[in-house]
């Protein structure tokens, strides 16, 4: 994706779920899902509008004009998978990315709803280990600060409750 090659791209990252399904690896599975719905809201997507009108994805339940609602399920595969393993940082992650979605789709009021729960999430990540180390923009210092543009970016009142 990062060098404009979307048709490999999602060629490999269906290969990887077929391949960590294979091994019954549910955590690589989670991954692939992951990536799989950056993948559907990526820019590089949008640059291949036109082939991707035409000529569909490898997912042929994906259309071009639902590929937000396509990037959310795959992070909602993904947010099931890492809630039955209990890992709260990646499930965090998920609702992050679930939010920056709908923020792209123009949804702002389920993007707020999913920084929240992002929010909540590494909330009760930290409470479980207090030593987390979550790696963030240089700028930021806390999970929170980093929060905070996203939130204002999608119109949230809640983004000055970020720092409690």
Known sequence: MEVSRPIPAERL?????????????QAGVAEAYRTYGAFFRSDVVTKWQTYYQRTGFFDTA????????????????ADK???????????SNVHLNIGITYRIAGDNAAACKAYSESLA???????????????????????????????????????ADTSR
């Open 81 to 91: 998978i890492y809630a039955a393993l209990d890992d709260l940082t990646a499930r």
């Open 121 to 159: 999430l590494h909330q009760a990540a930290r409470q479980r280990d207090p030593r987390l180390i979550v790696r963030l923009p240089v700028k930021y210092k806390t999970y929170e600060e980093a929060l905070e543009p996203y939130l204002k970016g999608a119109n949230c009142d809640q983004f």
């Open 62 to 77: 994906a259309a071009y004009e639902s590929r937000y609602k396509k990037s959310v399920e795959y992070f909602v595969l």
């Open 13 to 25: 990252i269906r290969e990887a779920i077929e391949i960590y399904q294979a091994q019954e690896n």
